[in-house]
């Protein structure tokens, strides 16, 4: 079955500070795994995104580390801006002849000035 | 930036009511998919179309479910009798191409139905 869920609801963090959300996944061949941010009301905006053959990427202010001996999955977020507040998803690449992301339940991070 | 665009962005409809959910994807996209999200819950698959066919459900995607593709521009999904349980947000996407490692998804901003 596929089960990607978080580990924290929410995530309080003071302007400036780095923010870490957790994430884990139960299958074991999927391939490619994205974060996604929600803001309230608008759908979900890719933010970065991770091949299962690398163990960490990083763009711009934001970091993802995958480590698949525990099917974790992370998303680092330095020196947190108050436009950073919103509900992050993890999803990954569920492989079965088609492609399709399945999603986590969703982590809200409140940026508090 | 090219948007996939949903409408209407807040549908209230009575139980047992058919409604329609109109999205329109990029331009150049050629996999459509829909997903749904209540209130507090993850997101989650229903359907995707490729080719003017369904490539894949999900189990919430039975038969009050139907996805079509009536001219180039539009994608949209039907619930024929709906149910307090389908009050929901609605999300459609787009791809170019049908991996996400090739190509990503964009999403439109969502569709809230709410069912009275």
């Known amino acids: 079955g596929e089960s990607v869920g978080l580990h924290l609801p929410t995530l309080s963090v003071q302007e400036g500070d780095n923010s870490i959300i957790n994430c884990a996944y139960s299958?074991?061949?999927?391939?490619?795994f994205i974060w996604y941010k929600q803001e309230s009301g608008k759908g979900p905006q890719f933010i970065i995104d991770i091949r299962s053959n690398m163990d960490k990427r990083q763009g711009q202010r934001v970091t993802v580390l995958l480590n698949k001996t525990v099917k974790h999955l992370s998303l680092q977020i330095a020196a947190t801006q108050p436009g950073d507040s919103a509900v992050y998803f993890c999803?990954?690449?569920?492989?079965?002849?088609?492609?399709?992301?399945?999603f986590g339940k969703g982590n809200q991070v409140v940026v508090i000035p | 930036e090219p948007e996939v665009t949903q409408t209407p962005s807040h549908q209230v409809t009575q139980m047992g009511q058919e409604v329609i959910l109109r999205c329109v994807p990029i331009?150049?996209?050629?996999?459509f998919y829909w997903y749904r999200q209540i209130l507090g819950q993850k997101v989650e698959f229903l359907v995707s179309f490729y080719n003017n066919e369904i490539s894949e459900k999900s189990e919430i995607f039975d038969d009050q479910f139907s996805v079509e593709r009536p001219d180039g521009s539009n994608f949209t999904l039907k619930i024929r009798s709906t149910k307090l349980e389908d009050s929901a947000m609605y999300f459609c996407?787009?791809?170019?191409?049908?991996?996400?490692?090739?190509?990503?998804?964009?999403f439109g901003s969502g569709t809230r139905l709410t069912v009275v």
């Open positions: 996407a787009s791809s170019e191409g049908g991996s996400p490692t090739a190509y990503g998804y964009t």
């Open positions: 999803a990954e690449n569920i492989r079965n002849g088609n492609n399709r992301l399945a």
């Open positions: 299958n074991s061949a999927s391939d490619y």
């Open positions: 331009s150049n996209h050629l996999y």
